[in-house]
Structure formats: C-alpha cells, structure tokens
C-alpha cells in the first residue's frame, strides 16, 4: 500500500522539487549507434532516484551517469535489456521502473482510475433508470403559475 | 432511515481525505530497498588511509557492523557527522566507511578536520559498489548482521532517534 502512495505521491513532488532542472539529452559515450540507441532506450525506462521525476535517460544526476554507464557496460558484455532491469530492481526496487510492474501491491494504481469511472457511470445510469421509471407524481411539481396579481395586469 | 443513504457520498469523501491524508505524511524521497534481508553485496575496495590494503565483504564476516556512505561533497553526511563520531566512542558496533565517489585526499582531509568515527573507510571511486547497495542518497547507512545480511538501511542522515528507537534495539537483538 505505501508503494502504490508512493508512486502515485512522488510524481506531484518531483515535478515541484525538479520542475527548474531542464534535461539535455547527454552526448554519446561510445561511437556504436546501435548500442547507444538501446542505452537509451533502456534508460527511459529506469527512474533516475535523485530526481525522481526524471528518467536516466533525461537526468544529469551524478548517479544517472553512472547508471547509463553500467547500461552500457551490461550490454557491452552481452547481456540483455531484461537482464540490465533486473539488475537494476534488485538494486533499486521496483521503484526504479518508470512503469511499475502490475502486480498485487500495484493492482490498485493501475486499474483504481478504472474502477472509480466504471463505478461513477454505473451510479449514474442506475440513478437516471430509476427516475425515468418513477410516476410522474414523484417529483416536486414545477411552480405553479405565479398567482394573477390584479396591480401588474 | 431514508436519509442515511445521504450518508454514502460524505463516506466516500472521508476515504478519499484519508487516502490524501496518508499520501502526504510520505517521504518520496524514501524508497523501500530491496536489498534488506538479502545479502550484502559482495565488494573488495582499497582503504581510504592505506590503498594498497583492501577490504572485502567477507573480512567482515562473523560481526555485526554498520556501513556509513559518506563523501566529502556531501552537505548532509557533514551534518550527520558530530552524531557517528560521538556514536562511535561508545564503540557499540565497528563502523566502516564508504567513502562514495571521492577524492582520496579530500576525504582524508575531512576525517582530518571533522574526527574520524569508522573502524576503516574504503574508497569507492568510480561509485560502483554504491550501485550495488542501491545507494542514492549519502548519506546511507547500512546495518549488516553475522552473516552478511542487511538488516537495515537509513537513507538520508542518522538522527539520535533512529539510533535510540532502531538501531541500537536491532543491534541488541543481532548481537545477543
């Protein structure tokens, strides 16, 4: 439950805390396009922990330096994008993903937006069936014509 | 009896106050690690003081012992400094020192001029074993028990309440 607050709390926050640092993507380490195309693609996915609201990829934190560098160096040597996240959430949590896995500590965050429009149109179309079946006597008449006043006509 | 279902809407507001309630007494900046329960990374690092001596995880086996991460760049490691040096001379449990992303005679002059708390500190250069502890914010403080495990993480300075509620409790319990 705290993570899903958590989560949920820290995009507020981090927009306030970090809403002056505007990012510039860093320049290429290494001079394989290729590999520095899946850096990338794979640092957009992890959350740089200093500015919570910023993805490796976009932060020039210190430590988001050094994460795109053990990227880069996990891929030099081979290994995998899934491999570079778990590595990464068996470090950090699974806080680090910018897109938190859907699990039961996490049921609620994403299908919660769901639940509460599937409940607030299920209330309202049951409320407005039921009135549409009510007499017609069941409602407050309209005002009745204003009494003839003999000093306006 | 018919108005109770009036009730139901201020119901539902009183959850959602509590939810938003609940969201601000968080601390984003606290993130839950993973790493508590689990066994502490495994490193090897030069002493900060003597670097052709290293440490290694496994020279520490066998006691309970605390792991600080600081740096000489770090404004809140130097507020949290007085407290370790003052913790330390009641020698409960050895201190070491990650000395994280810096430079070795910065770090010596700021032992030098503040006191020095830890039983060693190694010098972690490049960051790496920081990753590995999922450090993010020095200060970090680890407590790792016998057998190599966390047992606990402070994320930001230690305070006199954390060391009195927490951490000297969880140190009794490992050590007896």
Not at chain 1, 83 to 111: H, N, S
Not at chain 2, 125 to 152: C, H, M, N
Request: proline residues 7%; glycine residues 6%.
């Amino acid at each position: 439950m705290r993570q899903v607050f958590h989560l949920l709390w820290c995009k507020l926050v981090c927009v306030l805390a970090c809403s002056g640092a505007f990012a510039v993507e860093a320049l290429p380490a290494s001079d394989n396009p290729a590999l520095e195309a899946q850096v990338m693609k794979i640092s957009t996915e992890l959350r740089c922990l200093v500015c919570q609201n910023q993805t490796i990829a976009d932060s020039h934190a210190d430590l988001a330096v050094d994460l795109r560098r053990q990227v880069r160096e996990m891929l030099q040597n081979g290994q995998n994008e899934q491999q570079v996240i778990d590595y990464m959430t068996a470090r950090y949590g699974d806080f680090v993903l910018y897109r938190p896995p859907f699990k039961a500590l996490t049921a609620l965050l994403w299908i919660g937006p769901a639940v509460m429009v599937v409940v607030g149109l299920g209330t309202l179309f049951v409320v407005l069936r039921r009135r549409s079946r009510l007499a017609d006597d069941a409602f407050e008449p309209d005002d009745k014509d204003p009494p003839n006043d003999p000093h306006l006509s | 009896m018919k108005h109770v279902r009036y009730l139901v809407p201020m119901g539902i507001l009183l959850v959602l106050l509590y939810f938003l309630r609940a969201g601000l007494s968080l601390n984003p900046k606290e993130v839950p690690s993973p790493l508590i329960g689990k066994p502490a990374p495994a490193f090897s690092l030069p002493r900060l003081d003597q670097p052709e001596q290293r440490i290694s995880r496994d020279d520490l086996r066998g006691q309970v012992w605390m792991l600080n991460v600081w740096a000489s760049w770090c404004v809140a490691c130097r507020q949290e400094h007085p407290l370790l040096v003052q913790y330390a001379k009641q020698s409960k449990v050895p201190i070491y020192g990650l000395n994280y992303k810096d430079e070795r005679a910065a770090g010596m002059k700021w032992l030098a001029d503040f006191g020095n708390p830890y039983t060693a500190s190694i010098s972690d250069r490049d960051g790496r074993v920081g990753i590995d502890f999922g450090v993010y914010g020095v200060p970090e403080t680890f407590v790792i028990d016998r057998e190599g495990v966390i047992r606990y993480k402070q994320i930001g300075p230690l305070t006199p309440e954390v060391l009195r509620d927490t951490i000297e409790p969880l140190l009794k319990q490992l050590n007896s």
